[in-house]
Structure formats: structure tokens, C-alpha cells
């Protein structure tokens, strides 16, 4: 039995990660917290939790959370992260930080897209946290870096590729659409009832900050540089993210061999399933698998990846790297 304290608690993945424990046969949920400066009861923040845990929203106290938890999911923002995440690691409490200020192993490729980093020793003995990539790393680490949501759907859909030499690395083009929760609970422009109902728009054009996060995973996945090329999209849906991937490929792959490739490298992983037919949010939704489709279109490659970007994409893949950092059964509260 491990005890979780669970940072940031008040938001969309705070919430989805509490769903996730409360189903948790090994793992309780003792203390929970976020930037208020008073006792808040849980069902004030998150109605839907009144009478489901008896736990009150605290202000933080290092101590006092070290005193109570082995396992920290810290759900902050990106850049609050770093600030947070030494004084927990230094009490001795493993942490998953779902932000990106883990994530990226090169420190200029992370200033450049966020601030000034102020932690950069922590980052070298961070794991990237992809199981289906990483899972030897993750057994001992003490420091899991969360992956982001689009980075997860588009690597599990270009991983089996990659590490094959089947695709071109010069370009590969990752065209991603995302429901609302991607953008976290404050009200953002784009994301406003009348702008976003009944719409979908591209955002981030050429300057988003997940493109040299899949490069990174993408080049170490094909030993050499991969350059990719990524369009995000916010739709009027809640959650999900499919992404579609298009490829050329660097040497021939029958649409059959490809549906083996894909289902010869997830065979043992318990969150992916190929698929010989389309994919959808719709049945990912509220679940930690990814759904995959490799297939052949007009001579090149082209794989569609569902997730659910508050699931697989955030809390569901949290809950299993703190599995795996635990030495549980990895499915623990997510099957
Ligand atoms: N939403 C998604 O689909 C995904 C999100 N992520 C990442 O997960 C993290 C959380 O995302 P999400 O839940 O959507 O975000 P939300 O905006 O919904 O929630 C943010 C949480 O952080 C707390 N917080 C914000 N600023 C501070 C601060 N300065 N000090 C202490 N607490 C603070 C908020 O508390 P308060 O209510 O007190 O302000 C709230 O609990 C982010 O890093 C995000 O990038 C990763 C993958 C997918
Ligand atoms: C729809 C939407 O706005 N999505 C967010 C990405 C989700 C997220 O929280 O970012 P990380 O995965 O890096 O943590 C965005 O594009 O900024």
C-alpha cells in the first residue's frame, strides 16, 4: 500500500487523477493541495467527489506532505513545477510532474519554448515517462517527467516505425486535434463557449511547444535526428486527441506487414491496441488506452493514434509510472 499526495489538485488532471486512485486497490489518497491559502472541503472544488473522499484541499506544507506521502502527482502548471519539485524530492517523497519542465533533456530547447529553467540539475535524473519506451528507466527513478498529451499519441504512433528505419526522418508530419480539457481550466481565448462550440481551429502555428518534445523522443527512438512537423487543432469536444501521422516511407512495407509491425511491437503492452479500421475519441474517452491504425495511402504512411488527453494523456499514465516506480502490477486502477 502506498500513500499519494496529489499537488494542483483543483484542476482537470487533479480531478481525473483522484477518479483513477479512489478505484486504486494499493494506493490511498492522503493529501491534497493547490495554491489556496485555506482549508478548502473537497466537494467545494470538485462537487462531483461529495461523499466519494474524505480529504480537504490544504494549503502546502512540504513537511507536512512528506510526513504523509511515498508519492507525490504534482499537477502544476508548467513553469510553477520546477519550483515545487526539489523541496519535494529533497523530503525523500517520489514525484510524477506532469508539466513539461522535466521533459525536455536539452535546457536551450526548454528556455527557448518556456523561461529560464530553475532546477536544471533535477532534469538529469528525470525519466521521460512513456512506459511502452521507458519502462526499465521508470522502475528506479525517483523523478517521472510525464509526457505531454499530443507527444504521447504521436510517439506510440511512430515509435514502431522509427525504431525499424521504415519512415524518412527529414519530415514527419503529426496533424493533432484536441478536445477543451487540453487547455487546463483557466478560460483562454480560443476556448470560450461561442468561440469554440460547433468549431475547430488550428493554434501554435510553427511555434508549438510540443514539436521538439516528440522530436526528442522521436530522434532517440530512430538513433539519428527526426524532424517533425507539428499542427495542433482545439475542437468542441471535452476530451480526446487524435492524431494523424503522416510519413513517407524509407523502404517498401505492405499494409499487412505494417499491421504486423504494429501489432508484433504492442503484443505485451496493456494500453495499446491496433486497430485494422479507424480510431476515435470516443472510445478512448475515460479510459488509459491508446488506439492505433497504421495504413498505406497512396504510397505513403499514414497512422492515426486516439488517447485520451486527461487519461493516457496525463493522470492514467501517471497512475501507471507510479505503478511501475512501486513495483505494482502496472494496470493497478486503470483496466
Ligand atoms: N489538461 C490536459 O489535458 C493535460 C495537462 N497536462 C499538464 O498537467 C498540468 C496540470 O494541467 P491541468 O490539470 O489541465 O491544469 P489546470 O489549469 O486545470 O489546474 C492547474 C492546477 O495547478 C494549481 N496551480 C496553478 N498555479 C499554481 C501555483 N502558482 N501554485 C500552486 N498551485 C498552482 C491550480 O490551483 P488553483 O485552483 O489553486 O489555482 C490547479 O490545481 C499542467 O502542467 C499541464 O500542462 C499534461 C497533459 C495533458
Ligand atoms: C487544447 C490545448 O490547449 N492543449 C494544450 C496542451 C495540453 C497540455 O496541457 O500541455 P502538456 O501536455 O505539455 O502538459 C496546449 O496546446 O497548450
Redesign the pocket.
Known amino acids: 500500500m502506498i500513500n499519494v499526495a496529489i499537488?494542483?489538485?483543483?484542476?482537470?488532471?487533479?480531478l481525473d487523477s483522484i477518479e483513477i486512485l479512489l478505484r486504486h486497490p494499493q494506493a490511498e489518497i492522503t493529501y491534497i493541495t493547490?495554491?489556496?491559502k485555506e482549508v478548502l472541503p473537497i466537494e467545494s472544488v470538485h462537487p462531483k467527489l461529495a461523499g466519494r473522499l474524505k480529504l480537504d484541499v490544504e494549503p502546502?506544507d512540504f513537511d507536512e506532505l512528506a510526513s504523509r506521502a511515498d508519492v507525490a502527482l504534482c499537477?502544476?502548471?508548467?513553469k510553477?513545477?520546477m519550483s515545487?519539485v526539489p523541496e519535494i524530492l529533497k523530503r525523500g517523497v517520489k514525484v510524477v510532474d506532469?508539466?513539461?519542465d522535466y521533459r525536455l533533456k536539452d535546457l536551450s530547447i526548454y528556455e527557448k519554448y518556456y523561461v529560464p529553467h530553475t532546477d536544471p540539475e533535477n532534469i538529469k535524473q528525470a525519466v521521460y515517462g512513456l512506459p511502452e519506451l521507458y519502462r526499465e528507466q521508470i522502475k528506479t527513478a525517483s523523478l517521472v517527467a510525464?509526457p505531454?498529451?499530443f507527444p504521447t499519441s504521436s510517439t506510440l504512433g511512430l515509435v514502431p516505425l522509427l525504431r525499424n528505419g521504415y519512415v524518412e526522418t527529414d519530415t514527419v508530419i503529426v496533424n493533432s486535434v484536441?478536445g477543451a480539457?487540453?487547455?487546463?481550466?483557466?478560460l483562454a481565448d480560443g476556448v470560450h463557449f461561442p468561440n469554440l462550440n460547433e468549431n475547430i481551429r488550428p493554434y501554435g502555428i510553427a511555434t508549438h511547444r510540443h514539436g521538439p518534445e516528440m522530436e526528442q523522443i522521436a530522434s532517440e527512438a530512430a538513433g539519428k535526428e527526426v524532424s517533425v512537423l507539428f499542427q495542433p487543432h482545439i475542437g468542441s469536444f471535452d476530451r480526446g486527441i487524435l492524431s494523424s501521422i503522416y510519413c513517407r516511407p524509407a523502404k517498401e512495407i505492405s499494409a499487412q506487414e505494417l499491421l504486423e509491425l504494429f501489432n508484433g511491437f504492442y503484443a505485451d503492452e496493456p494500453f495499446v491496441q491496433v486497430f485494422d479500421s479507424p480510431v476515435s475519441v470516443k472510445d478512448v474517452a475515460n479510459t488509459n488506452q491508446c488506439h492505433i491504425h497504421p495504413a498505406r495511402v497512396k504510397g505513403q504512411i499514414v497512422v492515426f493514434a486516439a488517447i485520451d488527453?486527461?487519461v493516457k494523456?496525463?493522470s492514467g499514465q501517471a497512475v501507471q509510472n507510479m505503478n511501475i516506480m512501486s513495483g505494482f502490477d502496472e494496470t493497478l486502477g486503470l483496466k
Open positions: 499537488i494542483g489538485v483543483t484542476g482537470y488532471t487533479g493547490s495554491s489556496t502546502l499537477c502544476l502548471p508548467h510553477v513545477s515545487y506532469f508539466s513539461a510525464n505531454g498529451c484536441s480539457t487540453g487547455a487546463g481550466k483557466k488527453n486527461l494523456g496525463a
